[in-house]
C-alpha cells in the first residue's frame, strides 16, 4: 500500500496554509505554509546530497521548528530519520553512526565534530535557533513539490532504544506504524483542530515526535512549543493550552509549584503521562490541587503507543488502561499461553503499531517474539476481567529472594505513599544467603529528614509480607534518570552492587 507518512500529515490543502501549527516561547509563529515550504527545501537540500529512498539521516539537534522540518523533510523525501538525544557523548555517537551508516549527518552546532561513520557523505549544522548551513543551504533551493512514494511496511525512522540492558539496539519504525499510531490516538483522545497542545517533551523521543507531534499535526491542532520543561514556561501557557503531555517528573514538579491549581489548569481538558510509571501519590497530589485525573497511558519505543486510560470513565491510579483500538494485548507464560485474568505474566501484543525489527539483529528480533507473532515487551503485568492492565515491573527487575518472587512495582507503590518519599526505586542485588536480596532506593523530598531504614522497614511491614521487605535502604538526594525522567535501575544496580554481599541485610534477619 502506498502511503508515505507525510501526506498524511501534512496533506496538500491551500486553504489551510494560514492555520498556526506551532508558536515558540519566543513568539514565533509557524502556519502550515510555513513548515511547508521549509520542509520541501530541507528535502530538496538532502535529495541533491548524494542519498536515495531508504537511506539514513541522523540528527543531534536541539529541539526547535526548523528540527520538525527536517524531520518531516526526511520523511517526505522517503529517508529514514535517526534522531540521537543531544547529551551523547562523542563516543555514544560514534557507536549510532558506525551502526545506523547514515549518509547524513546533522549536528548542533559548528564545533560538531567530524562523524566517524565512512558511510557519512554530508554533514549540516541545525543550531538552536535555526540558523546553520542546514536552513540556509536549504532555503537558496526551490521545494521538492512532491512526498517519495513509500509502502506502509518501509522504514520511517530508527529509534534507538535506551541501552538499560546493554547496547542501544535500532528499532526500525515504520511508516505503516506511525500512521496507525497517529491516527489511533487522534481518535482515542478525541483531538482536532480546536486544540492546543503545550508540547514540552524532546522530539529524539518517541514520546514528543511520534505520540505528541505527529498526532497533533494529524489532528491540525496547534501547539504551545517549549525548547524544554521549565516549571516558569508551563505556567504561563497552561491557560492557554488544551492538552499536556507530560512525563511524571513534570507532574511531580508541577505538584511541587503553588501556582498549578484548579483555576491555572481550567482551559485544559487533557493531561497525559507516560515514559515512565505514575505513582498513585502524584495521580492523587494532581487530582487535589487541580480537579483533574491524569490519563496514564503506556508505550514503548518498538510499539509507540499501546493502552491508554479513557478520556470518558473511569482513569484508574496506578493502571494504564486498555488496549489501544486495533492491537491485541495478552499477559503470557513462559511457553506464550495467554494467563487467566488476574494473574501475573509478560506482556505481549500484536498491531499495526508493533515496529518491523531490530536494525540488522534477526536473531534477537526473532527471540522477541511468540510463535504467533507477538511482541513480548519484557514487562510484567496483569489483566483486570474487564482487560484493563497493570504493569507491575520488567522482567529483568522480578527480584527472586529466597526462593520468593517479589516484583518491584508493588513494593514501590506502598514506598510512594510515606510521608518524606519523593521517588523511588526497589532493586534486587547479590546477597550471600537469599540470592537476592531486596533493596529500596528512596528520593527525599527537601529538607525531609525524617526517613530512617528501620521507619521505612516498620511501614512498610504494614502493608507487605516479610519476603517483600527490603534488606536495606538507601536514602538519596536524587536518582538516577534519562533524558524523559525514568529511573535507570541498571546504574543504581551497578553503584550498590556490593551493598548485601557480606549477607548482612539488615534490617530483616531470618529466612522469609
Request: a negative charge; proline letters at 5%.
Amino acid at each position: 500500500m502506498h502511503a508515505n507518512l507525510y501526506d498524511i500529515l501534512m496533506p496538500d490543502a491551500a486553504d489551510r496554509d494560514a492555520s498556526v501549527v506551532l508558536t515558540t516561547e519566543q513568539g514565533t509563529v509557524w502556519t502550515r505554509g510555513d513548515i511547508a515550504d521549509l520542509t520541501g527545501r530541507i528535502a530538496a537540500l538532502l535529495r541533491i546530497s548524494g542519498i536515495e529512498p531508504g537511506d539514513r539521516v541522523a540528527a543531534q539537534v536541539e529541539k526547535s521548528a526548523e528540527a520538525v522540518c527536517l524531520y518531516l523533510a526526511c520523511l517526505k523525501a522517503g529517508l529514514v530519520y535517526v534522531p540521537l538525544n543531544t547529551a551523547y557523548t562523542n563516543a555514544e555517537l560514534a557507536h549510532f553512526l558506525s551502526d545506523a551508516e547514515p549518509k547524513v549527518f546533522i549536528g548542533g552546532s559548528d564545533a560538531v565534530p567530524s562523524p566517524p561513520a565512512s558511510s557519512v557523505a554530508k554533514t549540516y549544522v541545525l543550531r538552536p535557533d535555526g540558523s546553520g548551513s542546514l536552513t540556509e543551504r536549504a532555503r537558496a533551493l526551490a521545494p521538492l513539490e512532491r512526498a517519495v512514494p513509500r509502502e506502509t511496511d518501509d522504514l520511517a525512522a530508527l529509534l534507538y532504544t535506551s541501552g538499560t540492558t546493554g547496547r542501544s539496539k535500532g528499532a526500525m519504525i515504520t511508516h505503516g506504524n506511525l500512521i496507525f499510531t497517529a491516527m489511533a490516538l487522534a481518535a482515542a483522545w478525541e483531538i482536532d483542530d480546536a486544540d492546543v497542545l503545550l508540547h514540552a517533551l524532546p522530539i529524539f523521543h518517541a514520546h514528543g515526535l511520534f505520540i505528541a507531534l505527529n498526532t497533533a499535526l494529524l489532528a491540525g491542532a496547534s501547539m504551545q512549543f517549549l525548547a524544554r520543561f521549565t516549571i516558569d514556561a508551563v505556567v504561563d501557557r497552561l491557560p492557554r493550552s488544551t492538552l499536556f503531555m507530560g512525563v511524571p517528573t513534570f507532574y511531580a514538579r508541577m505538584i511541587a509549584d503553588a501556582r498549578v491549581d484548579e483555576r491555572l489548569c481550567r482551559n485544559v481538558r487533557l493531561f497525559i503521562s507516560g515514559s515512565a510509571p505514575l505513582s498513585v501519590p502524584t495521580c492523587e497530589a494532581f487530582r487535589s490541587r487541580t480537579g483533574q485525573d491524569i490519563l496514564e497511558r503506556y508505550a514503548m519505543t518498538e510499539t509507540i503507543v499501546i493502552t491508554t486510560n479513557p478520556v470518558h470513565g473511569s482513569r484508574v491510579p496506578g493502571t494504564v488502561g486498555y488496549a489501544l483500538a486495533g492491537v491485541t494485548v495478552r499477559v503470557i507464560d513462559e511457553a506464550g499461553h495467554e494467563r487467566p485474568r488476574g494473574e501475573i505474566g509478560e506482556i505481549a501484543l500484536r498491531g499495526p503499531n508493533v515496529f518491523k525489527g531490530y536494525w540488522r539483529l534477526p536473531e534477537i528480533t526473532a527471540s522477541e517474539f511468540t510463535a504467533d507473532g507477538s511482541f513480548k515487551t519484557g514487562d510484567l503485568g496483569r489483566m483486570d476481567a474487564d482487560g484493563r492492565l497493570t504493569i507491575v515491573g520488567r522482567n529483568k527487575d522480578l527480584i527472586i529472594t529466597g526462593g520468593y518472587n517479589v516484583y518491584p512495582g508493588e513494593v514501590e507503590a506502598v514506598l510512594a505513599r510515606l510521608d518524606g518519599v519523593a521517588d523511588c526505586a526497589v532493586i534486587g542485588l547479590p546477597h550471600a544467603d537469599f540470592g537476592e536480596g531486596v533493596v529500596a532506593v528512596i528520593e527525599r523530598r527537601p529538607d525531609y529528614e525524617g526517613l530512617t531504614q528501620e521507619g521505612v522497614v516498620a511501614a512498610l511491614s504494614r502493608d507487605l509480607a516479610r519476603y517483600k521487605l527490603p534488606k536495606a535502604v538507601v536514602v538519596v538526594d536524587s536518582l538516577p534518570r534519562n533524558a524523559l525522567g525514568k529511573i535507570q535501575k541498571t546504574e543504581l544496580r551497578r553503584v550498590h552492587a556490593a551493598l548485601l554481599q557480606d549477607g548482612s541485610g539488615l534490617p530483616v534477619p531470618g529466612r522469609p
